[in-house]
Protein backbone atom coordinates (compact mmCIF):
# COMPACT_ATOMS: atom_id res chain seq x y z
CA UNK A 1 0.00 0.00 0.00
CA UNK A 2 1.25 3.65 -1.18
CA UNK A 3 1.92 6.07 1.55
CA UNK A 4 0.58 9.56 1.21
CA UNK A 5 2.91 12.56 1.98
CA UNK A 6 2.35 12.68 5.41
CA UNK A 7 3.38 9.31 5.58
CA UNK A 8 -0.01 7.18 6.74
CA UNK A 9 -1.84 5.09 3.97
CA UNK A 10 -5.08 6.63 5.79
CA UNK A 11 -6.52 10.21 4.42
CA UNK A 12 -7.39 11.10 7.82
CA UNK A 13 -5.02 9.28 9.69
CA UNK A 14 -2.65 12.26 10.15
CA UNK A 15 -5.39 14.74 11.46
CA UNK A 16 -6.58 12.49 13.41
CA UNK A 17 -3.15 11.65 15.23
CA UNK A 18 -2.39 14.86 15.41
CA UNK A 19 -5.00 15.49 17.73
CA UNK A 20 -4.82 12.91 19.95
CA UNK A 21 -1.23 13.80 20.13
CA UNK A 22 -1.90 17.66 21.00
CA UNK A 23 -4.59 16.64 23.83
CA UNK A 24 -2.06 13.58 25.16
CA UNK A 25 0.74 15.19 25.87
CA UNK A 26 0.71 19.32 24.45
CA UNK A 27 4.15 19.79 25.90
CA UNK A 28 5.52 18.41 22.62
CA UNK A 29 3.78 20.54 20.00
CA UNK A 30 6.88 22.68 19.74
CA UNK A 31 9.37 20.37 20.64
CA UNK A 32 8.47 17.35 18.62
CA UNK A 33 7.41 13.50 18.87
CA UNK A 34 10.31 12.71 16.94
CA UNK A 35 12.99 15.31 18.03
CA UNK A 36 15.13 12.90 19.43
CA UNK A 37 15.47 10.36 16.79
CA UNK A 38 14.98 7.32 18.60
CA UNK A 39 13.32 5.54 16.03
CA UNK A 40 16.96 5.50 14.48
CA UNK A 41 19.49 5.76 17.71
CA UNK A 42 17.48 3.58 20.42
CA UNK A 43 19.10 0.48 21.31
CA UNK A 44 18.44 -1.64 24.51
CA UNK A 45 21.40 -3.07 26.29
CA UNK A 46 21.78 -6.80 25.49
CA UNK A 47 19.58 -9.36 26.82
CA UNK A 48 20.20 -10.46 30.21
CA UNK A 49 17.43 -12.89 31.27
CA UNK A 50 17.28 -13.71 34.92
CA UNK A 51 13.63 -14.79 35.72
CA UNK A 52 12.26 -17.85 36.11
CA UNK A 53 10.44 -19.53 34.01
CA UNK A 54 7.44 -22.16 35.05
CA UNK A 55 5.34 -24.05 33.17
CA UNK A 56 1.29 -22.70 34.28
CA UNK A 57 -0.27 -25.91 33.17
CA UNK A 58 1.20 -28.25 36.12
CA UNK A 59 1.97 -25.66 38.61
CA UNK A 60 -1.13 -26.14 40.93
CA UNK A 61 -3.08 -23.17 42.76
CA UNK A 62 -1.52 -23.63 45.86
CA UNK A 63 2.53 -24.18 44.76
CA UNK A 64 2.26 -20.94 43.14
CA UNK A 65 0.78 -19.38 46.20
CA UNK A 66 3.63 -20.91 48.41
CA UNK A 67 6.24 -20.12 45.65
CA UNK A 68 5.56 -17.18 44.33
CA UNK A 69 2.95 -14.84 45.68
CA UNK A 70 3.24 -15.53 49.56
CA UNK A 71 6.96 -14.71 49.11
CA UNK A 72 6.32 -12.15 46.11
CA UNK A 73 8.45 -13.57 43.73
CA UNK A 74 8.49 -12.47 39.72
CA UNK A 75 7.79 -15.33 37.77
CA UNK A 76 7.10 -15.65 34.03
CA UNK A 77 4.12 -18.93 33.79
CA UNK A 78 4.25 -20.92 30.30
CA UNK A 79 1.70 -22.87 28.33
CA UNK A 80 -1.44 -20.35 29.52
CA UNK A 81 -2.83 -19.17 26.81
CA UNK A 82 -3.16 -22.59 24.28
CA UNK A 83 -6.65 -22.82 24.21
CA UNK A 84 -7.33 -18.93 24.44
CA UNK A 85 -9.06 -17.34 21.39
CA UNK A 86 -6.89 -14.33 21.33
CA UNK A 87 -4.16 -16.84 20.36
CA UNK A 88 -5.59 -16.61 16.99
CA UNK A 89 -7.78 -14.16 16.78
CA UNK A 90 -5.48 -10.80 18.43
CA UNK A 91 -3.74 -10.63 14.89
CA UNK A 92 -2.70 -6.72 14.52
CA UNK A 93 -4.96 -7.48 11.03
CA UNK A 94 -7.75 -9.30 12.34
CA UNK A 95 -8.04 -6.59 15.21
CA UNK A 96 -8.24 -4.09 12.53
CA UNK A 97 -10.57 -5.76 10.27
CA UNK A 98 -12.86 -6.64 13.48
CA UNK A 99 -12.82 -3.19 15.60
CA UNK A 100 -11.66 -0.63 12.92
CA UNK A 101 -14.48 1.86 13.51
CA UNK A 102 -13.88 1.46 17.58
CA UNK A 103 -12.27 3.46 19.41
CA UNK A 104 -9.60 3.40 22.33
CA UNK A 105 -7.64 4.67 24.85
CA UNK A 106 -4.27 5.70 23.61
CA UNK A 107 -3.54 8.66 25.57
CA UNK A 108 -4.96 10.98 28.48
CA UNK A 109 -4.99 14.51 28.73
CA UNK A 110 -4.05 17.23 31.41
CA UNK A 111 -7.66 17.31 32.74
CA UNK A 112 -7.56 13.88 32.96
CA UNK A 113 -10.16 12.94 30.03
CA UNK A 114 -9.54 9.90 27.82
CA UNK A 115 -7.51 9.83 24.33
CA UNK A 116 -9.47 7.76 22.13
CA UNK A 117 -8.56 7.10 18.70
CA UNK A 118 -10.04 4.18 15.99
CA UNK A 119 -8.65 1.19 15.60
CA UNK A 120 -8.14 1.96 11.78
CA UNK A 121 -6.20 5.21 12.15
CA UNK A 122 -4.30 3.47 14.79
CA UNK A 123 -3.17 1.08 12.98
CA UNK A 124 -1.75 3.27 10.00
CA UNK A 125 0.01 5.30 13.25
CA UNK A 126 1.29 2.40 14.86
CA UNK A 127 2.88 1.10 11.51
CA UNK A 128 4.38 4.04 10.17
CA UNK A 129 5.69 6.22 13.45
CA UNK A 130 9.02 7.45 14.00
CA UNK A 131 7.97 8.73 17.15
CA UNK A 132 10.44 8.93 20.13
CA UNK A 133 7.99 7.57 22.80
CA UNK A 134 4.92 6.71 20.54
CA UNK A 135 1.10 6.79 21.77
CA UNK A 136 0.03 3.54 23.30
CA UNK A 137 -3.21 2.09 23.27
CA UNK A 138 -3.80 1.17 27.48
CA UNK A 139 -7.52 0.88 27.36
CA UNK A 140 -9.72 0.28 30.49
CA UNK A 141 -13.01 -0.35 29.57
CA UNK A 142 -12.99 -2.43 26.45
CA UNK A 143 -14.94 -5.13 28.59
CA UNK A 144 -17.47 -2.46 29.28
CA UNK A 145 -18.44 -1.46 25.59
CA UNK A 146 -20.93 -3.30 24.06
CA UNK A 147 -18.63 -3.16 20.45
CA UNK A 148 -15.48 -4.38 22.19
CA UNK A 149 -16.88 -6.65 25.44
CA UNK A 150 -16.33 -9.63 22.94
CA UNK A 151 -12.06 -8.67 23.09
CA UNK A 152 -12.66 -10.06 27.14
CA UNK A 153 -14.19 -13.71 25.74
CA UNK A 154 -11.01 -13.98 24.05
CA UNK A 155 -8.86 -14.91 26.85
CA UNK A 156 -9.48 -16.56 30.31
CA UNK A 157 -8.09 -15.39 33.56
CA UNK A 158 -5.51 -17.82 34.54
CA UNK A 159 -6.42 -19.80 37.53
CA UNK A 160 -3.60 -18.62 39.85
CA UNK A 161 -5.32 -15.41 39.65
CA UNK A 162 -9.23 -15.88 39.50
CA UNK A 163 -10.02 -15.41 43.30
CA UNK A 164 -9.55 -11.47 43.02
CA UNK A 165 -11.40 -10.22 46.12
CA UNK A 166 -12.05 -6.99 44.12
CA UNK A 167 -14.35 -8.92 42.86
CA UNK A 168 -16.95 -8.08 45.68
CA UNK A 169 -17.09 -4.82 45.45
CA UNK A 170 -19.84 -3.64 43.27
CA UNK A 171 -18.48 -3.52 39.33
CA UNK A 172 -19.30 0.07 39.55
CA UNK A 173 -17.46 0.90 42.64
CA UNK A 174 -14.08 -0.92 41.97
CA UNK A 175 -10.48 0.65 40.50
CA UNK A 176 -10.24 -0.11 36.79
CA UNK A 177 -8.74 -3.59 36.76
CA UNK A 178 -8.44 -4.90 33.25
CA UNK A 179 -6.65 -3.70 30.21
CA UNK A 180 -6.16 -4.05 26.44
CA UNK A 181 -3.22 -3.39 25.65
CA UNK A 182 -1.29 -2.83 22.08
CA UNK A 183 1.90 -0.56 21.23
CA UNK A 184 4.64 -0.23 18.88
CA UNK A 185 8.43 -0.23 18.99
CA UNK A 186 9.77 2.35 21.78
CA UNK A 187 6.32 2.51 23.95
CA UNK A 188 6.00 1.31 27.00
CA UNK A 189 5.41 1.92 31.06
CA UNK A 190 7.86 4.05 33.01
CA UNK A 191 8.98 2.82 36.22
CA UNK A 192 6.15 2.63 38.96
CA UNK A 193 5.06 0.58 41.69
CA UNK A 194 1.30 -0.63 40.78
CA UNK A 195 -1.24 1.38 42.91
CA UNK A 196 -2.97 0.33 46.29
CA UNK A 197 -0.68 -3.10 46.95
CA UNK A 198 -2.14 -4.75 43.69
CA UNK A 199 -0.44 -7.32 41.90
CA UNK A 200 -0.42 -7.95 38.48
CA UNK A 201 -0.46 -10.44 35.53
CA UNK A 202 0.54 -9.41 32.17
CA UNK A 203 -0.19 -11.82 29.16
CA UNK A 204 1.49 -11.27 25.50
CA UNK A 205 -0.09 -12.62 22.42
CA UNK A 206 2.41 -11.10 20.07
CA UNK A 207 5.67 -9.20 20.07
CA UNK A 208 8.28 -8.97 22.59
CA UNK A 209 8.43 -6.79 26.17
CA UNK A 210 11.44 -6.33 27.84
CA UNK A 211 10.98 -6.10 31.58
CA UNK A 212 13.07 -5.03 34.51
CA UNK A 213 11.50 -5.55 38.15
CA UNK A 214 13.25 -4.10 40.87
CA UNK A 215 12.69 -5.03 44.82
CA UNK A 216 10.14 -3.50 46.59
CA UNK A 217 12.64 -1.88 49.17
CA UNK A 218 14.42 0.45 46.47
CA UNK A 219 14.23 4.03 47.32
CA UNK A 220 12.50 5.66 44.42
CA UNK A 221 15.40 8.07 44.49
CA UNK A 222 17.85 5.28 42.86
CA UNK A 223 15.32 3.63 40.54
CA UNK A 224 13.53 6.84 38.44
CA UNK A 225 15.54 9.14 36.48
CA UNK A 226 17.27 11.67 38.59
CA UNK A 227 16.21 15.58 37.30
CA UNK A 228 18.83 16.04 34.58
CA UNK A 229 17.68 12.99 32.56
CA UNK A 230 14.25 13.62 32.05
CA UNK A 231 14.10 16.02 29.24
CA UNK A 232 10.77 15.82 27.62
CA UNK A 233 9.80 12.40 28.43
CA UNK A 234 10.52 11.95 31.63
CA UNK A 235 7.71 9.69 32.53
CA UNK A 236 8.35 7.55 29.45
CA UNK A 237 9.72 3.81 29.74
CA UNK A 238 12.40 4.69 26.65
CA UNK A 239 13.70 7.55 29.06
CA UNK A 240 14.39 5.41 32.08
CA UNK A 241 15.73 2.03 29.41
CA UNK A 242 17.63 5.23 28.08
CA UNK A 243 19.10 6.59 31.55
CA UNK A 244 18.59 4.40 34.84
CA UNK A 245 19.02 1.02 33.21
CA UNK A 246 23.06 1.55 32.54
CA UNK A 247 23.60 2.33 36.45
CA UNK A 248 21.18 -0.90 36.84
CA UNK A 249 23.58 -2.85 35.02
CA UNK A 250 26.63 -1.24 36.47
CA UNK A 251 28.71 -3.16 39.27
CA UNK A 252 27.93 -0.25 41.67
CA UNK A 253 24.59 -0.89 41.49
CA UNK A 254 23.40 -2.17 45.38
CA UNK A 255 23.41 -5.48 45.74
CA UNK A 256 20.37 -5.65 47.85
CA UNK A 257 18.40 -4.06 45.18
CA UNK A 258 19.49 -6.72 42.27
CA UNK A 259 17.17 -6.21 39.60
CA UNK A 260 14.99 -8.90 37.41
CA UNK A 261 15.38 -9.13 34.14
CA UNK A 262 13.64 -11.05 31.41
CA UNK A 263 12.52 -10.70 27.39
CA UNK A 264 8.76 -11.80 27.45
CA UNK A 265 7.69 -13.59 24.42
CA UNK A 266 4.39 -14.41 23.09
CA UNK A 267 2.13 -16.96 25.02
CA UNK A 268 3.94 -16.06 28.39
CA UNK A 269 2.44 -14.47 31.37
CA UNK A 270 4.35 -11.95 33.83
CA UNK A 271 3.40 -12.34 37.70
CA UNK A 272 4.19 -9.14 39.03
CA UNK A 273 4.51 -9.06 43.04
CA UNK A 274 2.64 -6.52 45.01
CA UNK A 275 5.26 -3.59 45.79
CA UNK A 276 7.81 -4.47 43.14
CA UNK A 277 9.08 -1.41 40.72
CA UNK A 278 8.89 -2.92 37.12
CA UNK A 279 9.30 -0.67 33.63
CA UNK A 280 8.76 -1.99 30.25
CA UNK A 281 9.66 -1.06 26.18
CA UNK A 282 8.14 -2.73 23.72
CA UNK A 283 10.56 -4.07 21.00
CA UNK A 284 8.35 -3.91 18.46
CA UNK A 285 4.48 -4.71 17.56
CA UNK A 286 3.36 -5.80 20.96
CA UNK A 287 -1.02 -7.15 21.69
CA UNK A 288 -1.64 -8.38 25.34
CA UNK A 289 -3.75 -7.98 27.95
CA UNK A 290 -3.00 -7.39 31.48
CA UNK A 291 -5.08 -7.24 35.05
CA UNK A 292 -4.61 -6.02 38.23
CA UNK A 293 -6.00 -8.34 41.66
CA UNK A 294 -6.06 -8.15 45.17
CA UNK A 295 -5.70 -11.85 46.65
CA UNK A 296 -5.70 -13.59 50.23
CA UNK A 297 -1.90 -13.46 49.97
CA UNK A 298 -1.66 -9.46 49.25
CA UNK A 299 -5.19 -8.27 51.36
CA UNK A 300 -2.54 -7.51 53.85
CA UNK A 301 -1.05 -4.76 51.80
CA UNK A 302 -4.15 -3.57 49.84
CA UNK A 303 -6.33 -3.29 52.94
CA UNK A 304 -4.52 -0.57 54.14
CA UNK A 305 -3.73 1.10 51.20
CA UNK A 306 -6.68 1.17 50.20
CA UNK A 307 -8.51 2.60 53.49
CA UNK A 308 -5.87 5.54 53.12
CA UNK A 309 -6.43 5.95 49.28
CA UNK A 310 -9.97 5.28 48.62
CA UNK A 311 -11.75 5.09 51.99
CA UNK A 312 -15.45 5.21 50.63
CA UNK A 313 -14.77 2.09 48.44
CA UNK A 314 -12.85 0.29 51.69
CA UNK A 315 -16.17 1.01 53.51
CA UNK A 316 -18.72 -0.40 50.93
CA UNK A 317 -15.73 -3.64 50.05
CA UNK A 318 -15.58 -4.42 53.80
CA UNK A 319 -19.40 -4.68 54.18
CA UNK A 320 -19.35 -6.94 50.87
CA UNK A 321 -16.16 -8.87 52.26
CA UNK A 322 -17.65 -9.91 55.67
CA UNK A 323 -21.06 -10.60 53.87
CA UNK A 324 -19.60 -12.97 51.66
CA UNK A 325 -15.47 -13.76 52.72
CA UNK A 326 -15.99 -13.76 56.32
CA UNK A 327 -12.61 -15.90 56.60
CA UNK A 328 -10.63 -12.94 54.93
CA UNK A 329 -11.81 -10.52 58.02
CA UNK A 330 -8.79 -11.77 60.47
CA UNK A 331 -6.33 -10.26 57.32
CA UNK A 332 -8.34 -7.32 57.59
CA UNK A 333 -7.70 -7.29 61.06
CA UNK A 334 -3.90 -7.91 61.49
CA UNK A 335 -3.60 -5.14 58.97
CA UNK A 336 -5.96 -2.51 60.20
CA UNK A 337 -4.46 0.58 62.07
CA UNK A 338 -7.90 2.33 62.89
CA UNK A 339 -11.23 0.18 64.25
CA UNK A 340 -13.17 -1.89 61.85
CA UNK A 341 -16.18 -1.03 60.05
CA UNK A 342 -19.81 -1.58 61.81
CA UNK A 343 -21.28 -4.00 58.66
CA UNK A 344 -24.92 -3.20 59.99
CA UNK A 345 -24.06 0.66 59.05
CA UNK A 346 -26.37 0.54 56.38
CA UNK A 347 -23.92 3.63 54.68
CA UNK A 348 -21.44 1.70 54.19
CA UNK A 349 -22.15 0.14 51.15
CA UNK A 350 -24.31 3.20 49.48
CA UNK A 351 -21.50 6.19 50.15
CA UNK A 352 -19.10 4.72 48.42
CA UNK A 353 -18.63 6.94 45.60
CA UNK A 354 -18.25 5.27 41.86
CA UNK A 355 -15.29 4.60 39.88
CA UNK A 356 -16.75 2.80 37.32
CA UNK A 357 -14.40 2.06 34.33
CA UNK A 358 -16.87 3.34 32.00
CA UNK A 359 -15.52 6.00 29.53
CA UNK A 360 -16.86 9.15 31.84
CA UNK A 361 -14.76 7.35 35.03
CA UNK A 362 -12.25 8.72 36.88
CA UNK A 363 -9.55 5.78 35.70
CA UNK A 364 -6.55 7.65 37.15
CA UNK A 365 -7.87 5.80 39.93
CA UNK A 366 -5.75 2.61 39.37
CA UNK A 367 -4.00 2.58 35.85
CA UNK A 368 -0.68 2.74 35.68
CA UNK A 369 0.23 1.24 32.40
CA UNK A 370 -1.04 -0.74 34.39
CA UNK A 371 0.86 -0.34 32.43
CA UNK A 372 -0.02 -0.03 31.51
CA UNK A 373 -1.56 -0.72 34.88
CA UNK A 374 -0.94 2.21 34.29
CA UNK A 375 1.70 3.16 30.05
CA UNK A 376 2.99 5.09 27.30
CA UNK A 377 -0.22 7.21 25.69
CA UNK A 378 -1.73 7.63 28.54
CA UNK A 379 0.76 9.68 31.08
CA UNK A 380 0.52 8.33 34.16
CA UNK A 381 1.08 11.10 36.62
CA UNK A 382 0.91 8.90 40.08
CA UNK A 383 3.37 5.90 39.81
CA UNK A 384 4.85 4.85 42.92
CA UNK A 385 3.75 3.42 46.02
CA UNK A 386 1.96 6.16 47.51
CA UNK A 387 0.03 6.47 44.40
CA UNK A 388 -3.79 5.57 44.40
CA UNK A 389 -3.55 6.07 40.40
CA UNK A 390 -3.15 3.70 37.56
CA UNK A 391 -0.47 1.09 36.94
CA UNK A 392 0.57 2.27 33.64
CA UNK A 393 -1.22 0.00 33.53
CA UNK A 394 1.50 4.25 33.51
CA UNK A 395 2.82 4.27 30.15
CA UNK A 396 4.00 7.88 29.33
CA UNK A 397 2.64 8.86 32.64
CA UNK A 398 -0.46 8.20 34.35
CA UNK A 399 -1.79 3.62 36.29
CA UNK A 400 -0.20 3.04 35.59
CA UNK A 401 -1.29 3.47 36.07
CA UNK A 402 -0.39 -0.34 36.39
CA UNK A 403 0.35 -1.92 33.97
CA UNK A 404 2.04 -2.75 30.65
Known sequence: MSLGKDGYSLPRTYRRVSRAKDKARPELRKFGWDTLGYAENFTLL??????????GKSLSVDDFRRDYERPRIPVILTGLTEDWPAKEKWDINRLT???????FKCGEGDD???VRMKMKYYHDYLLNNNDDSPLYIFDSSFAERRKTKKLSEDYQVPKFFEDDLFHYADHRKRPPHRWFVMGPARSGTAIHIDPLGTSAWNTLLFGYKRWVLIPPNAPRDIVKPMAHEKGKHPDEGVTW?????KRVRSPAWPKEYAPIECRQGPGETMFVPSGWWHV????????AVTHNYCSVENLHLVWPKTVKGRPK?????????????????????AASDAPLYNINDSSSDSSSSSSSSDDSSDESELEDDRGGRCGTGSRKRQTDEKSTGCPEKMHHSLHSNFMV
Open 280 to 287: VINEGLTI
Open 112 to 114: GSS
Open 46 to 55: PLKDTIARVD
Open 313 to 333: LSKHWFKRLAEQRPEVLDIIK
Open 97 to 103: KKYRNQN
Open 241 to 245: FHTVY
